[in-house]
């Protein structure tokens, strides 16, 4: 015994090396984060928001003033000359080159706070729709998880209604063997297994298809191994209805739309059009801009050769044609469109919030009737099988029997999916996840 004992310990410590230590199961909390950090569509949508940053900030009025380089060389002809004493002056040489620098710069504009405004309301927007990718992507990781999960009981409930056919099956044939059934019971328990393990096959295939999209979601190879903790379908003392009551949903339902993202970028793009709206009306002020050139060129009678010159410039459109005008009728009803969308959205917020809500205590009352279904069912098919064995029931008796112990165990199944299911639902509908957004 001792020298196996020495062994013992190596074998232990081959298996607590690095390489052979295996992951812990991934908790939904955990598969929330690495999405945050890893998925790819998410990506995308940093890579938006990076795109329209760049776009707002073309519009930010800072100083940025306009540098033009020119330089021109020409051969011209015929040469003009202007007589001034023993020696001719040239006034316009044959060949001729110039070199400019000019320097604009906007100094005065009407619109120049809203202009801020705007730029503000802008960046502020493009980080919203980050926080709307992602928390769109919270609830769709939260989902994928718990089907996956809901995919591997069904697969459990599967092999379940697989071993009691297979059970049935040998105990018809027991009683064939013995004289106390006819052998055509045996073809139909053998058609009963058969079903049951094409079920079993189907919920296989629904578990590799789940687990297919969470690893998507993850940016992990759609066939990788995953592992998933359980989630328990109870009613969470932490949870936002654990406190229960109309008043409870009302509340909720309030507050809400103030923590959404979709309702901060509305709120955004509110400010940004309202900003828009007063710049288009200052189209028409006038513009005062700081103008300054440095010049070099052919030398003649009446140009220098060096010329420099700095001043102010100021450009007033008296009349545009309208554009002005219709500019800010177009702002004005962009302005209302957005403000409709924001009530419209607070609104459905507010639904998504009750909805949910009403899903988890809908769900809770089908756990407790799913959970006594089972029980009667199980009970039902072990008293169905006595009778079968002392022949005072038929085949098809125990056969109902075990279909409706399978149909209870899957809705139990269910019931907890959606129990879980509207509880991802009411985080993302109340904003519960942002915290998590901000902070993956």
């Given amino acids: 015994m001792f020298r196996i004992l020495p062994f013992v310990s190596a074998a232990i410590a081959a298996c607590a090396a690095p390489g052979h230590l295996v992951a812990p199961p991934l908790s939904m909390d955990g ?171 189907r919920a296989v295939d629904g578990e590799r298809l789940a687990a297919g999209n969470l690893n998507r979601l993850l940016a992990r ?52 059009a309202e900003a828009g709206q007063r710049l288009a009306r200052s189209q028409s002020q006038p513009v005062v801009s700081v103008t300054a050139s440095a010049v070099r060129q052919t030398r003649s009678a009446f140009v220098a050769a060096d010329w420099y010159g700095v001043g102010l410039s100021l450009k007033w459109a008296l009349a545009d044609g309208g554009a002005a005008s219709r500019d800010a009728r177009e702002a004005a009803a962009r302005l209302a469109q957005l403000r409709a969308l924001l009530a419209e959205a607070e609104a459905g917020i507010a639904l998504e919030v009750r909805s949910a809500l009403a899903d988890i205590r809908s769900a809770d009352a089908r756990v407790v ?17 006595l009778r079968y064995e002392q022949r005072a029931a038929a085949l098809l008796e125990v056969e109902a029997a075990r279909l409706a112990v399978t149909s209870a165990r899957a809705a139990l199944v269910q019931a907890r999916h959606d129990r879980a299911s509207a509880e991802a639902k009411l985080k993302h509908a109340t904003g519960a996840d942002m915290e998590m957004v901000r902070n993956p």
């Fill in 221 to 272: 190879p759609a066939d990788a191994s995953i592992e998933v903790q359980e989630v328990s379908a109870e009613m969470d003392p932490g949870s936002p209805v654990a406190a229960g009551g109309a008043g409870s949903a009302d509340q909720q339902a309030r507050d809400a739309p103030a923590v959404r993202p979709e309702t901060s970028a509305l709120r955004n793009a509110l400010v940004a």
């Fill in 369 to 385: 009737l799913a959970r006594s279904r089972v029980a009667a069912a199980t009970s039902a098919l072990e008293v169905s099988e």
């Fill in 31 to 201: 598969a929330v984060r690495e999405a945050l950090h890893r998925n790819p569509r998410l990506a995308a949508a940093r890579f938006e928001a990076d795109a329209a940053r760049v776009q707002a900030d073309r519009e930010k009025p800072v100083a940025r003033p306009t540098v033009t380089a020119r330089a021109t060389s020409l051969i011209q002809g015929p040469e003009v000359v202007f007589p001034r004493g023993a020696q001719d002056a040239t006034v316009l040489p044959e060949r001729y080159s110039r070199i400019s620098l000019d320097v604009e710069q906007t100094v005065y504009h009407a619109g120049a706070a809203a202009a801020w405004r705007r730029y503000a309301a802008s960046m502020a927007a493009a980080d919203d729709q980050v926080r709307i990718a992602a928390n769109d992507l919270v609830l769709e990781v939260r989902q994928a998880y718990l089907d996956l999960l809901t995919a591997r009981a069904m697969k459990d409930v599967a092999e379940g209604g697989r071993n009691v056919a297979a059970s049935h099956l040998s105990l018809v044939r027991r009683l064939v063997e013995a004289g106390l059934s006819a052998p055509r019971d045996v073809l139909s328990a053998q058609a009963g297994l058969a079903e049951a393990e094409e079920g079993l096959v």
